[in-house]
T-cell receptor, first 112, second 111 residues
Framework: GQQVMQIPQYQHVQEGEDFTTYCNSS?????IQWYKQRPGGHPVFLIQ?????EVKKQKRLTFQFGEAKKNSSLHITATQTTDVGTYFC????????????FGSGTQLTVLP | NAGVTQTPKFQVLKTGQSMTLQCAQD?????MYWYRQDPGMGLRLIYY???????DKGEVPNGYNVSRLNKREFSLRLESAAPSQTSVYFC??????????FGPGTRLTVT
């Protein structure tokens, strides 16, 4: 089935530094969703990207979908301690059940 | 509006014991899902239900069964627990734009 690779697995940054996580697939992705999971918590939906080349922003977060729809990225500008958590990308299947295939996630630590 | 609720929050089982994880949503969503989350492996789909009355296998269904009791409730059963089923289990339902809403999770340990 569809495999979604996510890198890096871990990232430690100093507060105020930028952070980027990348999601890649060898096949064309349908729609990409991004989720954030705080330590000990559950995944929370952030955004969905649908179109090739799409760029969306949420305050300090910028989400991009590649032109070939084979990759996506999440960039956080000037990280804060509230950004700590694991960020997952997920490919939304085009079948009737609309399943999600998740990447393995990037765990972000922000050092104060 | 409670969203997605799960019970229990924590559970310890011995190998061979059975249990049912309960999930309910109050958002009138059609589709519901069960995932397991293991360290470094993201979330893997166990079973899903596209609508009331239907269930289908996901990526890792072995050792599990599900019941879609009604539109609100979707339960996951472990008939004979094994240590490999030690994990965090999440239930989710799907909104209008296919975004998923997750419950708080059940942390299961099988000894």
């Amino acid at each position: 089935g569809q495999q979604v690779m996510q890198i890096p697995q871990y990232q430690h940054v100093q507060e105020g530094e930028d952070f980027t996580t990348y999601c890649n697939s060898s096949t064309t992705l349908s729609n990409i969703q991004w989720y954030k999971q705080r330590p000990g918590g559950h995944p929370v939906f952030l955004i969905q990207l649908v179109k090739s080349g799409e760029v969306k922003k949420q305050k300090r977060l910028t989400f991009q979908f590649g032109e070939a729809k084979k990759n996506s990225s999440l960039h956080i500008t000037a990280t804060q301690t509230t950004d700590v958590g694991t960020y997952f990308c997920a490919d939304l299947s085009s079948g009737s059940a609309r399943q999600l295939t998740f990447g393995s996630g990037t765990q972000l630590t922000v050092l104060p | 509006n409670a969203g997605v609720t799960q019970t229990p929050k924590f559970q310890v089982l011995k190998t061979g014991q059975s249990m049912t994880l309960q999930c309910a949503q109050d958002m009138n969503h059609n589709s519901m899902y069960w995932y397991r989350q293991d360290p470094g492996m993201g979330l893997r789909l166990i079973y899903y239900s596209a609508s009331e009355g239907t269930t289908d296998k996901g990526e890792v269904p072995n050792g599990y069964n599900v019941s879609r009791l009604n539109k609100r409730e979707f339960s996951l059963r472990l008939e004979s627990a094994a240590p490999s089923q030690t994990s965090v289990y999440f239930c989710a339902s799907t909104g209008l734009s296919y975004e998923q809403y997750f419950g708080p999770g059940t942390r299961l340990t099988v000894t």
